[in-house]
């Protein structure tokens, strides 16, 4: 157990609608990360956070978006689904800077049908 | 862009075998990581080098960086059931804030 958890562990939607995804981080880390993993693309970072505000953007597409909240959780917001979106949702969370280990959660599956 | 090759993408092999893994980059690493991931969780950071030319033990694993910092390799020995997993590579990119992942060795070591 990371001390990362992620809910819902799994998400079935159809094309078009929105979901949220929701990160609760290791006690006392700052920095969360999201990533993708697909089966043709690999795991690819998306974004991160640290303490509140966004502080680094990897291959994150424009109809997503994420933010942190005061109490340190992260939520990932997917909208205009695609099939192209089915895939896991990682989130990560490291005590201040990506050289810190980043622990990552169970994931969350999402599939779009 | 940066491209990160992992060979090779799948390996089975019998309980009690060694095998090595392998990381290349197309572009001088800035931190290397290694990751094992395993069905239905989360990768598991397993090393982190930064300096060319260096070796690092964990238990039955070693992991070497290459001089030039764009290769690397995991060696297992005698390797278990329990090492079977998807072992990933990534870099973290420059500035440390982009980071980049191989598409992943798939190991499965039959007992």
């Known amino acids: 157990d990371s001390g990362v958890t992620q809910t819902p562990k799994h998400l079935i939607t159809a094309t078009g609608q929105r979901v949220t995804l929701r990160c609760s981080p290791r006690s006392g880390d700052l920095s969360v990360y999201w990533y993708q993993q697909s089966l043709d693309q690999g795991l690819q970072f998306l974004i991160q956070y640290y303490n509140g505000e966004e502080r680094a953007k990897g291959n994150i597409l424009e109809r997503f978006s994420a933010q942190q909240f005061p109490d340190l959780h992260s939520e990932l917001n997917l909208s205009s689904l695609e099939l192209g979106d089915s895939a896991l949702y990682f989130c990560?969370?490291?005590?201040?800077?990506?050289?810190?280990?980043?622990?990552f959660g169970p994931g969350t599956r999402l599939t779009v049908l | 862009t940066q491209l990160l090759e992992q060979s090779p993408q799948f390996l089975s092999i019998q309980e009690g075998e060694n095998l090595t893994v392998y990381c290349n980059s197309s572009?001088?690493?800035?931190?290397l990581q290694w990751y094992r991931q395993e069905p239905g969780e989360g990768p598991v950071l397993l090393v982190t080098v930064v300096t060319g030319g260096e070796v690092k033990k964990l238990k039955r694993l070693t992991f070497q960086f290459g001089d030039a910092r764009k290769d690397s390799s995991l060696h297992i020995t005698a390797a278990q059931p329990g090492d079977t997993g998807l072992y990933l590579c990534a870099d973290l990119g420059e500035n440390n804030n982009d980071m980049r992942f191989g598409a992943g060795t798939r190991l499965t070591v039959k007992p």
């Open positions: 572009s001088v690493f800035s931190s």
């Open positions: 990560a969370s490291s005590p201040r800077r990506p050289t810190d280990t980043q622990y």
